[in-house]
Nanobody
Framework: QVHLVESGGGLVQAGGSLTLSCVVSGISFSMYTVGWYRQAPGKQRELVAFITSGGSNTYADSAKARFTISRDFGKNTVYLQMNSLKPEDTADYYC???????????WGQGTQVTVSS
């Protein structure tokens, strides 16, 4: 059974930092692209960043220069370091694991991030 378990969300003041973690189990972690998406109230889910099995990163424009995605193959974990947080970063953040070229696409339950002004 596949599990993606996020942690690290919370309440932070604008300008602060948070690091989200997602532990992945039940799949061959090294074969998947993993990433983070977010969904603010009343809005669609959007990409924040993803990292391929080869280590290539892609960021949404809103995340560039502030967020850093990384993965630890030994711990089957993907991280999202978020700096200089803004109130507009407030959302539920979801971990995703996808194997391109297949239908394998898995989601975590989400972790809430709230940035106060």
């Amino acid at each position: 059974q596949v599990h993606l378990v996020e942690s690290g969300g919370g309440l932070v003041q604008a300008g602060g930092s948070l690091t989200l973690s997602c532990v992945v189990s039940g799949i061959s972690f090294s074969m998947y692209t993993v990433g983070w998406y977010r969904q603010a109230p009343g809005k669609q889910r959007e990409l924040v960043a993803f990292i391929t099995s080869g280590g290539s990163n892609t960021y949404a424009d809103s995340a560039k220069a502030r967020f850093t995605i990384s993965r630890d193959f030994g711990k089957n974990t993907v991280y999202l370091q978020m700096n200089s947080l803004k109130p507009e970063d407030t959302a539920d953040y979801y971990c995703n694991a996808r194997r391109w070229g297949t239908t394998a696409n898995f989601w975590g339950q989400g972790t809430q991030v709230t940035v106060s002004s």
